[in-house]
């Protein structure tokens, strides 16, 4: 058995490990990834492959162009994940498809705004923040690609598959195709953890690389905040929670930073730690954060949550910002506002109620496999063959 995974952007060890190819190669699967990093409409200056990740255990191969790709063996009854950024007007998932591989979607990376659909309000606040972010030019521009996208160009052109993984209710099979019902990748690192809570008197932020997103730098696209306007209003916002509550402010930093003098001056000297989310939120009294995908080890683990934002937060991630409010039935707090009146710990209870719910729309559904998502994927696989 082979699978492929296809790449054109970033691979890290965090990827490595959460795709369980170590699983993968133990159970005498070959494992490949062609990196198409040179291919992409807008090519990207160096590879997407987090140095040493692979150690020599996985075929890795960089294409230089189409007709390397077009000419490679090796596609028939192999196994294709695509984890590619990029746009590909010609070499989609069908492309693959018809050289005879066979194409598996994962949809276990689902986020709250998977579960939510636009109102015609959403599209208009949607709309104004494009205009205020990026001018007339490129709002009607991106405007304009919607249309084509959504509404002339056959969507089903663009994504075929042979196969799904499934996560959450929210994540359905269509048009009778072989389904593998597993869960979010997230849910292993809780199996791997999950013994019982230990209070610590302790409060986590979840940083989302807000001013400075490792994917926002690698291609070019201008932060979601400027660091003269957000950490002011994250220290102020940090000192009054502290004040109230008594407990001081941990900041998980997002796992793809690094953490140097002048991140932990921005924090207000707070202490930052790296790549122990998972234990930093089981052990926590009240969780705070904007959009991380971590917010699923609160909820599973049932840690009180506040979600907060800020005017430029609100500019860029607002249909993200407000599904997480929708799906947890919570308002969310903007500090650019007043909140002196606030209780804290009042207000983190408040999202508990719904957890059962979100991780039956986005995590798990009930009777699903308690087992890890790779050894899931493999077993499915071999009904499959």
Known sequence: ????????????????DRFGLNTLLKNNIEVYCWDLYK?????????????????GKIKYRVFENFDELSKS???????????????????????FQERGAIIIKLDQG?????????SMFDYLIILRNKLLNNGLKKTLTDVVRYIVNRFIIDSSSKDCYDIKVCSGSFSKCSD???EIRSHALDYDIFLQNCTERENHNQIVFLDSAMTGHPDDQKFSNPPACTEDVYY??????????????????????????????????????????????????????????????????????????????TNQIERKFYFFMESVSKILKIPRININNSYDN???????????????KFVEKIIKVPGSPVQNSTEILIKGLKKYV
């Not at 058995?1 to 490595?16: E, N």
């Open 39 to 55: 291919l992409r409409h807008n090519a990207l200056s160096n590879n997407g492959i987090e140095k040493d990740v692979f150690s």
């Open 176 to 178: 009778g195709k072989f």
């Open 342 to 356: 606030l209780d804290f710990f009042e207000i983190a209870q408040r999202p508990l109620s719904q957890y059962n």
């Open 1 to 16: 058995m082979k699978i492929i995974f296809l790449i054109d952007a970033y691979f890290s060890k965090r990827d490595y």
């Open 110 to 118: 689902l986020i709250p705004s998977s579960s939510q659909f636009l």
């Open 232 to 309: 002011p209003l994250i220290r102020s916002f940090f000192d009054k929670v502290e004040s109230q509550t008594g407990l001081s402010v941990i900041v998980s930093i997002h796992p793809r930073l690094v953490i140097n003098d002048d991140v932990i001056s921005n924090y207000g000297n707070r202490e930052i730690v790296i790549g122990e989310s998972f234990e930093l939120i089981k052990g926590a009294k009240l969780i705070l954060a904007h959009n991380s995908t971590a917010i699923n080890f609160a909820v599973l683990q049932g840690v009180p949550l506040i979600i907060f934002t």
């Open 73 to 95: 063996y090796g596609l028939a009854d192999a196994f294709l994940i695509d984890q590619r950024s990029g746009i590909y007007k010609e070499h989609t998932t069908c492309w």
